[in-house]
């Protein structure tokens, strides 16, 4: 199968979008008032595990991407370039969300995120290193998170984790610890997909099973659904009555 896309990675990222489409519907409940989800409190309701979910199987993806390509040079542009063909993406929806709620601009969210850990994480992808260095640096780069957290700077440092007072946001996933978690999908993936292809309990996987489709045509346009998915969600609340703009 060298050379072809793999149906479970598609199937995984089509059930972590599904998962954060459904908690965004339950955010947008809430945060227009509509009380229709009067037991949802993002305060206590935390979307990180989805989140936690996405951002692995997107380091996986990493590996897979690059793990048919002999070429390192090839390799890291390849990545280069998709870092900042997300970075591009990100910056829409900093712009967007700064003239609709200045007040919660997005700074820094999942596709900030993903972009730049795209381009941090060629050497470790590139020079395929062994899975344990990605789990290393990735557990350490967790473990500061709560230490970060509690620091305080200018806004240059928001991307780090390190946030001024009165700092707020719709959307953040700074690179500590997120960019551990991104790690640990890499040395998942180079374990699982080493040079390209399955690995252990993966090579028992045939093709893909019809009732599968869906969630990997899912999996399959992830950005685009992720995109719009919000926007679309706001229509829809809008026809209904639900909320006025």
């Given amino acids: ?19 954060m489409i459904l908690y965004h519907i339950l955010f947008c409940l809430y945060f227009f008032k509509t009380g229709l989800a009067p037991w ?12 936690f979910l996405f951002v692995v199987i997107a380091g996986v993806s990493l590996v897979l991407s690059t793990g048919r390509e002999t070429d390192p040079v ?13 970075l591009c993406f990100a910056t829409v ?15 820094f969210g999942i596709l900030h995120l993903l972009g730049v850990s795209t381009i941090l994480t060629i050497p470790f992808v590139v ?3 062994k899975p344990y260095i990605p789990l290393v640096f990735g ?26 007072n009165g700092f707020a946001t719709l959307d953040y996933e700074p690179l500590i610890p997120w960019f551990g978690v991104v790690l ?19 090579t028992r996987l045939g093709e893909m099973p019809r009732g599968f489709a869906p969630l990997c ?5 992830t950005l685009i659904i992720y995109l719009v998915h919000v926007p679309v969600i706001i229509g829809v609340l809008f026809l209904f009555g639900l909320v006025s703009l």
């Fill in 93 to 107: 929806i900093t712009i967007v969300t700064w003239l609709v709620y200045p007040a919660e601009t997005v700074v």
């Fill in 139 to 164: 557990i350490i780069c967790i473990a500061l998170s709560p230490i970060v957290s509690l620091l305080r700077g200018p806004a240059f440092l928001i991307p780090f984790g390190i946030t001024y």
């Fill in 217 to 221: 045509f899912i999996g399959r346009h």
């Fill in 74 to 86: 090839r390799s890291a542009k390849k990545l280069f370039f998709r870092g900042l063909y997300l």
């Fill in 127 to 129: 020079m395929k290193v």
């Fill in 1 to 19: 199968m060298r050379g072809s896309r793999y149906f479970e990675l598609d199937a995984a990222r089509g059930v972590a979008l599904i998962l």
């Fill in 40 to 51: 949802f409190d993002p305060y206590t309701m935390s979307g990180a595990p989805i989140a």
């Fill in 184 to 202: 640990l999908g890499v040395a998942l993936g180079s374990v699982v997909y080493k040079d390209g292809i399955r690995h252990g309990i993966l």
